[in-house]
């Protein structure tokens, strides 16, 4: 119970809560297609084990929509995400890969 008091008691710190909560999944795909408006990116990655998820595209928020600037449609990434349940996913971090 104490953990769970010490997590909700960190002003400020709202993503290392959430982190907590919610494991972080890796892949690796192929940006589709990139809304900074929206705050999304479309990808297509391969299966995801640790999530359960087959080989498929889809639409991702971004936690930081800058965190996909310089990164164009047709490029691989390496991304990591978290799932608030079903397909809603969020991708915390993404990288060219070289």
Known sequence: NTATGAAGSMPGMPNMAQSAQQPAHMAQGTVNSIDQAAGTVN????????????AMSMTFKLASPSS???IEPGQRVDFKFTI???MDATVTE?????
């Open 43 to 54: 990808i297509s990655h391969g299966p995801v084990a640790s999530a359960n998820w087959p």
């Open 68 to 70: 996909a600037s310089g």
């Open 84 to 86: 608030a349940g079903g």
């Open 94 to 98: 993404i990288k060219r890969v070289e």
